[in-house]
């Protein structure tokens, strides 16, 4: 089956700094990237979806300029949160559609923002 | 409004018996979809179904969909303690072009060795 990466897994940065992390996907072309989060005990929910080639479209309550989201090309789709802070702490998924068979979800990476 | 509730929220079974979790959603939806994730991991896709599909079958997993009433079921033949997980519905919207999935809040699945 498809397979989606994320890097890091997981990463622990002080509070301020920005945090790069990586959507790819390994063995197909995805148009479309959906970044998602999780908080603790909680349903995914959808942060914005990235079309290769064009901005973002952020869900609502969704800062644009906090969560930074780049689709660089048809496997690659990296999330910046910028100047974190310890209520960005959470689990971050990423998922890479193609159309012909669904949506294919990445490991996870789990930022915590001391 | 929460497109996709899934209940119970919590479920303990022995292991060997059948579980079973429903999932209501609001809108018209194009698809169907279960997710399994085990703690502190990502999700895995375990079965889509169609909205002009009633039913599908994968293995030990059986999905049902009645979109009259807006609900699907999963169930889980003669469980596992591997099976111990969440399990979250999500739905593809009609409408919603190349939107993401909407997730209900899930069934915490727990199978008692």
């Known amino acids: 089956g498809a397979v989606v990466s994320q890097h890091p897994s997981r990463v622990i940065c002080k509070s301020g700094t920005s945090v790069k992390i990586e959507c790819r996907s390994l063995?197909?072309?995805?148009?479309?990237m959906f970044w998602y989060r999780q908080f603790p005990k909680k349903s995914l929910m959808l942060m914005a979806t990235?079309?290769?080639?064009?901005?973002?479209?952020?869900e609502q309550g969704v800062e644009k300029d906090k969560f930074l989201i780049n689709h660089a090309s048809l496997t690659l789709s990296t999330l910046t949160v910028t100047s974190a802070h310890p209520e960005d702490s959470s689990f971050y998924i990423c998922?890479?559609?193609?159309?012909?068979?669904?949506?294919?979800f990445g490991p996870g990476t789990r930022l915590t923002v001391l | 409004s929460q497109q996709g509730e899934e209940d119970p929220q919590a479920l303990s079974i022995q292991e060997g018996e059948n579980a079973t979790m429903n999932c209501s959603y609001k809108?018209?939806?194009?698809?169907l979809q279960w997710y399994r994730q085990n703690s502190g991991r990502g999700l895995v896709h375990l079965i889509l179904?169609?909205?002009?599909?009633r039913e599908k079958h994968s293995g030990r997993l059986r999905v049902t969909l009645d979109t009259s009433k807006k609900s699907s079921s999963l169930l889980i033949t003669a469980s596992r303690a591997a099976d111990t997980a969440s399990y979250f519905c999500?739905?593809?919207?009609?409408?919603?072009?190349?939107?993401?999935?909407?997730f209900g809040k899930g069934t915490h699945l727990i199978i008692q060795p």
């Open positions: 998922s890479a559609r193609d159309r012909g068979v669904g949506q294919f």
């Open positions: 063995d197909f072309q995805a148009t479309t």
């Open positions: 990235s079309n290769e080639g064009s901005k973002a479209t952020y």
């Open positions: 809108t018209s939806i194009n698809n």
């Open positions: 179904i169609r909205s002009n599909e």
């Open positions: 999500a739905t593809d919207v009609i409408g919603g072009g190349a939107d993401g999935l909407t």
